[in-house]
């Protein structure tokens, strides 16, 4: 599994230890996103009985798989955070529409995009997609509330079961998000912490070496005053 991973992060992030970490973690989690999509679409398939999701589930994983590529390949991270959650915000919402709306446990899963987006890229980008969820909800809710398009008929056909494996997947999701950020945090700590350690180490080596050094040369010097006295006694005898 490792090699299939390390095998999908650009030969130029190989050498930087924090960037290869970080790009190792995006190749793992578009792996499990694929995993899940697949899995999840099947379940689709047989619960709700609609073959257009088996459909829309290959083409979202055919997708994110070639988006791996495309990151092997330029090593960017703006890249795949506004790409790869730009397809998971439309899939999820098109999924949410299929399965009823802001009752959907497919809407929720949206909440996995800007946690994804802070982790392989930065803030600014997280916070743009943390704004458009925002906005998704909004809107299935606008829409329920105004009676302009009703989702409860749509709720009523997904089984309680799909309920249930969405948000099973959708905890085990933000929990590996999570705890594999603060993974790397901790390693990234430590590692920052061992060359203080390390530098403070030299400096105090560096520090003794020159309090030494100043001993041996008042040493010295106090020698050769003594010297100089005792010349200056004998020359006066």
Same mark, same amino acid.
């Given at each position: 599994?490792?090699?299939?991973?390390?095998?999908?992060?650009p030969?130029?992030?190989?050498?930087?230890?924090?960037?290869?970490?970080?790009?190792?973690?995006?190749?793992a989690?578009?792996?499990?996103?694929?995993?899940?999509?697949?899995?999840?679409?099947?379940?689709?398939?047989?619960?709700?009985?609609?073959? *257009?999701?088996?459909?829309?589930?290959?083409?979202?994983?055919?997708?994110?798989?070639?988006?791996?590529?495309?990151?092997?390949?330029t090593?960017?991270?703006?890249?795949?955070?506004?790409?790869?959650?730009?397809?998971?915000?439309?899939?999820?919402?098109?999924?949410?529409?299929?399965?009823?709306? *802001?009752?959907?446990?497919?809407?929720?899963?949206?909440?996995?995009?800007?946690?994804?987006?802070?982790?392989?890229?930065?803030?600014?980008?997280?916070?743009?997609?943390?704004?458009?969820?925002?906005?998704?909800?909004i809107?299935?809710?606008?829409?329920?509330?105004?009676n302009?398009?009703?989702?409860?008929?749509?709720?009523?056909?997904?089984p309680?079961?799909?309920?249930?494996?969405?948000?099973?997947?959708?905890?085990?999701?933000?929990?590996?998000?999570?705890?594999?950020?603060?993974?790397?945090?901790?390693?990234?700590?430590?590692?920052?912490?061992?060359s203080h350690?390390?530098?403070?180490?030299? #400096?105090?080596?560096?520090?003794?070496?020159?309090?030494?050094?100043?001993?041996?040369?008042?040493?010295?010097?106090? #020698?050769?005053?003594?010297?100089?006295?005792?010349?200056?006694?004998?020359?006066?005898?």
């Amino acid at each position: 599994m490792k090699k299939l991973i390390h095998y999908f992060v650009p030969d130029k992030l190989k050498s930087d230890k924090e960037l290869f970490r970080k790009a190792s973690f995006v190749s793992a989690a578009c792996l499990l996103i694929i995993a899940i999509t697949i899995f999840s679409f099947f379940y689709a398939v047989y619960a709700i009985h609609d073959p *257009i999701y088996l459909s829309i589930g290959g083409g979202f994983a055919v997708v994110i798989l070639i988006s791996m590529f495309v990151f092997k390949r330029t090593g960017s991270f703006t890249f795949m955070a506004l790409f790869l959650n730009g397809i998971s915000f439309l899939a999820l919402t098109s999924a949410a529409i299929a399965t009823g709306g *802001i009752y959907s446990p497919d809407l929720y899963s949206l909440l996995v995009i800007p946690v994804f987006a802070l982790t392989i890229s930065n803030r600014r980008i997280a916070l743009f997609w943390a704004v458009m969820v925002i906005l998704a909800f909004i809107s299935f809710y606008v829409l329920e509330v105004t009676n302009a398009y009703s989702f409860k008929p749509l709720a009523e056909k997904v089984p309680l079961f799909y309920y249930f494996q969405d948000t099973i997947i959708l905890s085990a999701i933000l929990l590996f998000l999570v705890f594999r950020n603060e993974s790397l945090r901790l390693e990234l700590l430590n590692e920052v912490k061992k060359s203080h350690d390390e530098i403070s180490h030299k #400096n105090k080596e560096i520090t003794d070496s020159i309090t030494y050094a100043k001993r041996i040369q008042k040493a010295l010097m106090t #020698n050769e005053k003594s010297i100089e006295k005792t010349l200056e006694r004998l020359k006066k005898n």
